[in-house]
């Protein structure tokens, strides 16, 4: 008998760990700009990217505002296979979608934030963003001001590792 039950928990074990694994991951992620010696005044673009994706893919997006935020300026999401702060002057980007304050200004909130502005951004040729790859590249989500160069209160962006087969793009933190 206890050989069979620690048979059966060791299957069961086995089981629920493979579930697990079978499940994709996401992250969820907000990013934002602001100064920070200013209270409530960050930009802010909330997404959530799947580990695994398609070409086709959706990535829906969210943009708001604090209170305090600037909106006299437009605000830059873009996709780039380059560092922002260490490319060392061979930035590149592709942009996604711009937003102009005056748009996020007109969502103004009964609490003074502004926005909750939905924005779906489609990936329908992944391979027009991603190298195809079997070892691990790096791409960056990129959060700036329009026209602003580089500063940590302009820009912010979240990193990730990829590898491409052709079909499907694996997405790691």
């Given amino acids: 008998m206890k050989k069979f039950l620690k048979s059966f928990l060791a299957a069961a074990v086995a089981v629920i760990a493979l579930a697990?694994?079978?499940c994709g991951s996401k992250y969820e992620v907000s990013l934002g700009i602001g100064?920070?010696?200013?209270?409530?005044?960050?930009v802010r673009v909330n997404y959530t990217l799947d580990?695994?994706?398609?070409?086709?893919?959706e990535l829906k997006c969210t943009v708001s505002a604090e209170k305090e935020a600037d909106l006299n300026r437009d605000f830059v999401?873009?996709?780039?296979t380059s560092d922002p702060i260490f490319s060392s002057g061979d930035?590149?980007?592709?942009?996604?979608?711009?937003?102009k304050g005056s748009d996020l200004a007109e969502k103004k909130k009964d609490d003074g934030s502004y926005g909750d502005l939905q924005i779906n951004v489609k990936f329908e040729d992944l391979s027009k963003y991603f190298e195809q790859t079997d070892s691990e590249k790096e791409f960056h989500l990129v959060l700036h001001v329009d026209g602003e160069k580089w500063s940590v209160i302009t820009?912010?962006?979240?990193?990730?590792?990829y590898t491409f087969d052709g079909t499907k793009v694996k997405i790691t933190k």
């Avoid at 999401?77 to 780039?80: E, G, T």
């Avoid at 930035?91 to 937003?99: A, R």
């Fill in 77 to 80: 999401f873009a996709f780039s």
């Fill in 20 to 22: 697990f694994a079978a």
């Fill in 91 to 99: 930035y590149s980007e592709t942009v996604l979608f711009t937003v």
């Fill in 35 to 42: 100064d920070g010696s200013k209270e409530n005044d960050s």
């Fill in 51 to 57: 580990d695994k994706i398609e070409n086709g893919y």
């Fill in 155 to 161: 820009w912010n962006d979240s990193d990730y590792k």
